[in-house]
T-cell receptor, first 115, second 111 residues
């Protein structure tokens, strides 16, 4: 079945550091890829998505590029802030036989940014 | 105002009991979903509904039953509760098949 793998379980950075969270997926065809962010006590919030090879998604300084060749969608930010501390999830969806498809999530990466 | 309401926010139940988790969305979406997040597993898809019809069911147990009384409601009934059911349950909705918006969750603890 479809799957998403996030390499880092936890990431600890200082403010203004560069962030990379690795995401690789396994799915046939062209899944739509997402990054979600979850703050304590809240549900996941959509950061952005990408649907085609080489498409770049971005929001709030975060960005990721859909790479079908390497089946990756790595999250990057040039300069993190303390307010970016949260759990980040990579996810995919693929149109199934029904009209509405499930999201498949990675394990999540907990980002902690210290001043 | 919150667009997806889940009630209650916290729920404590005893083993063997039955509970209903409430979800209402005011985004005008036609599709609604349930996901589960436990300490042992990442966010895990349970059900999807479109126009009040079940589209996909990925739960192995019939103890979990979604109930849709209105287009913007999708409640989750859980019977014969077990400690392993302890998790946070998230309701989500979408206007189309891929971009889903999540509620704040109901945290269920089964003693």
């Amino acid at each position: 079945g479809d799957s998403v793998t996030q390499t880092e379980g936890q990431v600890a950075l200082s403010e203004e550091d560069f962030l990379t969270i690795h995401c690789n997926y396994s799915a046939s065809g062209y899944p739509t890829l997402f990054w979600y962010v979850q703050y304590p006590g809240e549900g996941p919030q959509l950061l952005f998505r990408a649907s085609r090879d080489k498409e770049k998604g971005s929001s709030r300084g975060f960005e990721a590029t859909y790479d079908k060749g390497t089946t990756s969608f790595h999250l990057r930010k040039a300069s993190v802030q303390e307010s970016d501390s949260a759990v980040y999830y990579c996810a995919l969806t693929r149109l199934a036989s029904s009209s509405f498809s499930k999201l498949v999530f990675g394990q999540g990466t907990s980002l902690s940014v210290v001043p | 105002d919150p667009k997806i309401i889940q009630k209650p926010k916290y729920l404590v139940a005893v083993t063997g009991s039955e509970k209903i988790l409430i979800c209402e969305q005011y985004l005008g979406h036609n599709a609604m979903y349930w996901y589960r997040q436990s300490a042992k597993k990442p966010l895990e898809f349970m059900f999807s509904y479109s126009y009040q019809k079940l589209m996909d069911n990925q739960t192995a147990s019939s103890r979990f039953q979604p109930q849709s009384s209105k287009k913007n409601h999708l409640d989750l009934q859980i019977t014969a509760l077990k400690p392993d059911d302890s998790a946070t349950y998230f309701c989500a909705s979408s206007p189309d098949w891929d971009e889903q918006y999540f509620g704040p969750g109901t945290r269920l603890t089964v003693l």
